[in-house]
């Protein structure tokens, strides 16, 4: 029996980096299946990605041009969905303001990485290549982490 059946990469605004994120992880192997999408803690419309973000991904051959921002929502919470959040804030606005929000976990803690990934606003092109880059091995990381608890069982 699968340990999760979805992975919802939370970010604060789901314009930047939880969309990278998922569009990272839709690209990667598990031996799984695993409903993957991204959602933020303040959405006020459907915005579309980042621009910055967008064209990071188009230069690593991805894109989250059809990405439409997306609030989390108590629905999107349950036992079998793990919930990655770019920081530690966002991990404890998750579990104190939603029910039975257990499988949260940042994805640096998830991963065994001691440092948040870092916030995007107002910053330059190079910072998103470099949040890129982060994401990428952060995400290489959990891959292993998840095909390991699958093979475990």
């Given at each position: 029996?699968?340990?999760?059946?979805?992975l919802?990469?939370?970010?604060?605004?789901?314009?930047?980096?939880?969309?990278?994120?998922?569009?990272?992880?839709?690209?990667?192997?598990?031996?799984?299946?695993?409903?993957?999408?991204s959602?933020?803690?303040?959405?006020?419309?459907?915005?579309?990605?980042?621009?910055?973000?967008?064209?990071?991904?188009?230069?690593?051959?991805?894109?989250?041009?059809?990405?439409?921002?997306?609030?989390?929502?108590?629905?999107?919470?349950?036992?079998?969905?793990?919930?990655?959040?770019?920081?530690?804030?966002?991990?404890?606005?998750?579990?104190?303001?939603?029910?039975?929000?257990?499988?949260?976990?940042?994805?640096a803690?998830?991963?065994?990485?001691?440092?948040?990934?870092?916030?995007?606003?107002?910053?330059?092109?190079?910072?998103?290549?470099?949040?890129?880059?982060?994401?990428?091995a952060?995400?290489?990381?959990?891959?292993?982490?998840?095909?390991?608890?699958?093979?475990?069982?």
């Amino acid at each position: 029996m699968k340990k999760y059946d979805k992975l919802i990469f939370v970010d604060s605004d789901d314009t930047d980096r939880a969309p990278m994120a998922s569009a990272i992880m839709q690209k990667k192997y598990l031996l799984s299946p695993l409903k993957v999408c991204s959602r933020g803690l303040v959405v006020l419309f459907p915005e579309p990605v980042n621009q910055k973000a967008e064209a990071v991904l188009v230069s690593n051959g991805l894109t989250a041009k059809e990405h439409a921002a997306t609030q989390l929502s108590q629905e999107d919470i349950s036992g079998k969905v793990l919930l990655l959040t770019m920081e530690e804030a966002q991990k404890e606005k998750i579990r104190t303001g939603y029910t039975n929000a257990l499988n949260v976990y940042t994805i640096a803690e998830y991963t065994g990485v001691s440092e948040d990934v870092a916030p995007l606003y107002g910053a330059p092109l190079s910072a998103y290549g470099k949040c890129y880059e982060t994401l990428e091995a952060l995400i290489n990381r959990l891959v292993i982490q998840l095909n390991e608890e699958e093979l475990k069982k």
